[in-house]
């Protein structure tokens, strides 16, 4: 069955650290895999895609990786701040039968910034 | 604020009733999508527009459900009959007509049925 993991227990870091988080899918391949950050009652705001063929992107203090043979991507912020707290998602871009691409998200993975 | 709008963002209402969530993207995208996201899961896809027309339905979205988006602008969603099992937090998203993939979210509709 087709399964996106990310870990569900929150990771607890202090502030200045680099806090690194994982996806993990099965049973997919997917052209484009996203990251979004949840704040709580609001919707996913987009931060980062990056496509199959590429290892590795940057924005700002964040960075992805996607490597396509362990089937994984890793999103790490650097230097972080408690302003960073938020559950973070990633989603893959699914080709439906129809031609039509969705994305599928993962459970997300709650980040606590402490001071 | 020309971000992605969502009304209302709370409804709670009683079982079997009958409830309409509007959605209004932002002006220049043609994709529009709903999603609904309960407690401590990422969001899960119901439909998808492109302009008018409805492209793309989930099977999660049974027969009490339906969308609409007259003349490619705004949206609504229209649950009937509602059922305790369809609390959750309804999202709308737009995007260009690119291949960036990338959604612009609303702030959610959360829905509580009693």
């Known amino acids: 069955s087709q399964k996106i993991e990310q870990n569900s227990e929150a990771l607890n870091i202090q502030e200045g650290k680099t806090a690194t988080l994982t996806c993990n899918y099965t049973n997919y391949s997917p052209a484009y895999l996203q990251w979004y950050r949840q704040d709580p009652g609001r919707g996913p705001v987009f931060l980062l895609l990056?496509?199959?063929?590429?290892k590795e992107k940057r924005k700002e203090r964040l960075k992805v990786t996607f490597d396509t043979t362990l089937k994984q991507s890793l999103f790490h912020i650097t230097a972080s701040q408690p302003a960073d707290s938020a559950t973070y998602l990633c989603a893959l871009v699914s080709r439906m039968n129809t031609g039509f691409q969705k994305l599928v998200f993962g459970t997300g993975t709650r980040l606590l910034v402490s001071p | 604020d020309t971000g992605v709008s969502q009304n209302p963002r709370h409804k709670i209402t009683k079982r079997g009733q009958n409830v309409t969530f509007r959605c209004d993207p932002i002006?220049?995208?043609?994709?529009l999508y709903w999603y609904r996201q309960t407690l401590g899961q990422g969001p899960e896809f119901l439909t998808y527009?492109?302009?008018?027309?409805?492209?793309?339905k989930s099977r999660l979205l049974s027969d009490r459900f339906s969308a609409e988006r007259p003349k490619g602008s705004f949206s609504t969603l229209e649950i009937q009959r509602t059922e305790q099992g369809d609390s959750a937090m309804y999202l709308c998203?737009?995007?260009?007509?690119?291949?960036?993939?990338?959604?612009?979210f609303g702030p959610g509709t959360r829905l509580t049925v009693t």
């Open positions: 527009f492109q302009n008018e027309a409805q492209l793309e």
């Open positions: 990056i496509r199959e063929n590429e």
């Open positions: 002006s220049e995208h043609n994709r």
């Open positions: 998203a737009s995007s260009q007509d690119s291949l960036s993939y990338e959604q612009y």
